[in-house]
């Protein structure tokens, strides 16, 4: 599923080598919710940590990812981490890098509304239909 944030560059970090076959480029996105802004780490895998390049500390922009979540056993104990795996950057409303600066993928197909959500700035568009409650095994 893809989502939408908007807000402002707070931080751009360095391309990281992580294996061989794999590379990161992390950034922080500040994005305002109420009184207080949120700051939020996305990531950028692989080919796309060049996404970034055109843009700079301060640039309002709109970043389109996916939410990543794995599990991994570590002596004998399960752990799972979740990452906000960006895949499109674009210019926001306020400036940011010049026209087609941003990735120009083909967007995720998406339904025409987003999904309600207190927050303007965070859009979820809607999924597929999930499991009934006995399907599962959440406490919740």
Same mark, same amino acid.
């Given at each position: 599923? !893809?989502?939408?944030?908007?807000?402002?560059?707070?931080?751009?970090? $360095?391309?990281?080598?992580?294996?061989?076959?794999?590379?990161?480029?992390?950034?922080?996105?500040?994005?305002? $919710?109420?009184?207080?802004?949120?700051?939020?780490?996305?990531?950028?895998?692989?080919?796309?940590?060049?996404?970034?390049?055109?843009?700079?500390?301060?640039?309002?922009?709109?970043?389109?990812?996916?939410?990543?979540?794995?599990?991994?056993?570590?002596?004998?104990?399960?752990?799972?981490?979740?990452?906000?795996? !960006?895949?499109?950057?674009?210019?926001?409303?306020?400036?940011?890098?010049?026209?087609?600066?941003?990735?120009?993928?083909?967007? !995720?197909?998406?339904?025409?509304?987003?999904?309600?959500?207190?927050?303007?700035?965070?859009?979820?568009?809607?999924?597929?239909?999930?499991?009934?409650? $006995?399907?599962?095994?959440?406490?919740?």
């Amino acid at each position: 599923m !893809a989502y939408d944030a908007t807000g402002r560059l707070h931080e751009i970090f $360095d391309e990281q080598q992580v294996s061989e076959k794999f590379r990161k480029r992390e950034f922080v996105l500040e994005v305002q $919710d109420g009184q207080y802004p949120e700051h939020i780490k996305f990531q950028l895998v692989q080919d796309k940590t060049a996404l970034i390049d055109s843009y700079k500390v301060g640039d309002e922009v709109k970043v389109t990812f996916n939410l990543r979540g794995r599990g991994f056993n570590k002596n004998g104990q399960m752990l799972y981490f979740t990452n906000l795996e !960006a895949w499109k950057i674009e210019a926001g409303t306020g400036g940011g890098a010049p026209a087609g600066g941003g990735y120009n993928q083909q967007a !995720a197909p998406r339904a025409a509304a987003p999904a309600q959500n207190q927050n303007p700035n965070l859009r979820a568009a809607p999924a597929a239909p999930i499991a009934g409650d $006995d399907d599962n095994d959440l406490p919740f």
